[in-house]
């Protein structure tokens, strides 16, 4: 069963959420700071976009630390890569029409919900806030009815 839900193991997946948890917990618990991405996201344009959205105060004074933590990021899945080397796991057969669809749609909610899933699903819901509870019930209603959409048309 697990083997089967798993084909290429599991460990990595536990590795990975430690590590997320731990990180998001200590920067939590040592400066009160939320490390949602679609914050992060945000703030980052702050720099690039003179679009009033992204001059907000919110944004312009925790850029720099988030951008600190989106560079942190990228170079521990950097070094993760190198330290274990490319996984056969890392190609999609999905179309690159619907990854592109997926990215808008998925954008588009967490602009609409204050927040992505991992934000509200990882950071919220570990600072038992509420609206994240009621968004994280949302983002897996949501998913759970389009997967049963999308098998029953053989998708």
Do not use: D, N
Not at 57 to 69: D, I, K, N, T, Y
Not at 77 to 87: N, Q, V
């Amino acid at each position: 069963m697990i083997a089967s839900l798993f084909p290429l193991g599991w460990w990595h997946y536990l590795a990975g959420g430690l590590c997320i948890g731990l990180g998001t917990a200590l920067l939590y618990v040592a400066t009160g700071r939320l490390a949602g991405m679609s914050s992060v996201f945000s703030s980052t344009w702050s720099y690039l976009s003179a679009r009033a959205f992204f001059q907000q105060p919110r944004w312009l004074e925790s850029r720099a630390w988030r951008l600190q933590l989106a560079l942190g990021l990228v170079l521990g899945a950097a070094l993760w890569w190198l330290w274990l080397g490319p996984a056969e796991a890392l190609s999609t057969t999905v179309p690159t029409w619907r990854l592109v669809l997926g990215g808008v749609v998925a954008g588009y909610g967490a602009r609409l919900a204050g927040g992505c899933t991992s934000g509200h699903g990882i950071c919220g819901l570990g600072s038992l806030k509420l609206p994240s509870l009621g968004a994280v019930l949302t983002f897996m209603a949501t998913g759970f009815v389009t997967a049963q959409l999308l098998a029953g048309w053989g998708a």
